[in-house]
T-cell receptor, first 109, second 114 residues
Framework: RKEVEQDPGPFNVPEGATVAFNCTYSNSASQSFFWYRQDCRKEPKLLMSVYSSGNEDGRFTAQLNRASQYISLLIRDSKLSDSATYLCVVTRGGFKTIFGAGTRLFVKA | DAGVTQSPTHLIKTRGQQVTLRCSPK?????VSWYQQALGQGPQFIFQ???????QRGNFPDRFSGHQFPNYSSELNVNALLLGDSALYLC?????????????FGEGSRLTVL
């Protein structure tokens, strides 16, 4: 079993839709949590950090449930430009970062 | 403000050869991490360098080694290349005092082993 697991998708949604991605992690010692975005054949870029209290950045909302070892990302009012792979990331051991395999999103007009 | 730069962008090697990849971190960053990303997978952590020392290592064999220089730039060396080493190698820089998860990536070096 992988330490960080994501639904690979792809998710195909129309513009304006709301879409949610889930991520689970297996190591309870995981310390901090992030979502990254990776466009096709580009490098990953930090989208947002994830806090236990939840956090929102415009159309994006991230949630963390430590008890269930579960992270989510909600995208409202999807845009064509949101099409990308979304990577769930956890850190542990002070310096180690573990990436999920990513969830692919296609937003269509 | 220059971001993370990596070289070369593409290279082709044959099995058994050795390769060196280079990375210059974002200005002001002091920590460099290396990742291997196979097609359709997320980046896999190779190791991290801080103050010219390897601070953490992922599950990669000793064929993978690295170095950090006083100017914070870094090299990744892979010896005795295998077909399975074909991948995108990503360098990421960060600030040690911001924790390990806020990473700025370069565009990567795409290695093909024939």
């Amino acid at each position: 079993r992988k330490e960080v697991e994501q639904d690979p998708g792809p998710f195909n949604v129309p513009e304006g839709a709301t879409v949610a991605f889930n991520c689970t992690y297996s190591n309870s010692a995981s310390q901090s949590f992030f979502w990254y975005r990776q466009d096709c054949r580009k490098e990953p870029k930090l989208l947002m950090s994830v806090y236990s209290s939840g956090n929102e950045d415009g159309r994006f909302t991230a949630q963390l449930n430590r008890a269930s070892q579960y992270i989510s990302l909600l995208i409202r009012d999807s845009k064509l430009s949101d099409s990308a792979t979304y990577l769930c990331v956890v850190t542990r051991g002070g310096f180690k970062t573990i990436f999920g395999a990513g969830t692919r999103l296609f937003v269509k007009a | 403000d220059a971001g993370v730069t990596q070289s070369p962008t593409h290279l082709i090697k044959t099995r058994g050869q050795q390769v060196t990849l280079r990375c210059s971190p974002k200005s002001g960053h002091d920590t460099v991490s290396w990742y291997q990303q196979a097609l359709g997978q997320g980046p896999q952590f190779i190791f991290q360098y801080y103050e010219e020392e390897e601070r953490q290592r992922g599950n990669f064999p000793d064929r993978f080694s690295g170095h950090q220089f006083p100017n914070y730039s870094s090299e990744l060396n892979v010896n005795a290349l295998l077909l399975g080493d074909s991948a995108l190698y990503l360098c990421a820089s960060s600030l040690a005092n911001r924790g390990p998860g806020e990473l700025f990536f370069g565009e990567g070096s795409r290695l093909t082993v024939l």
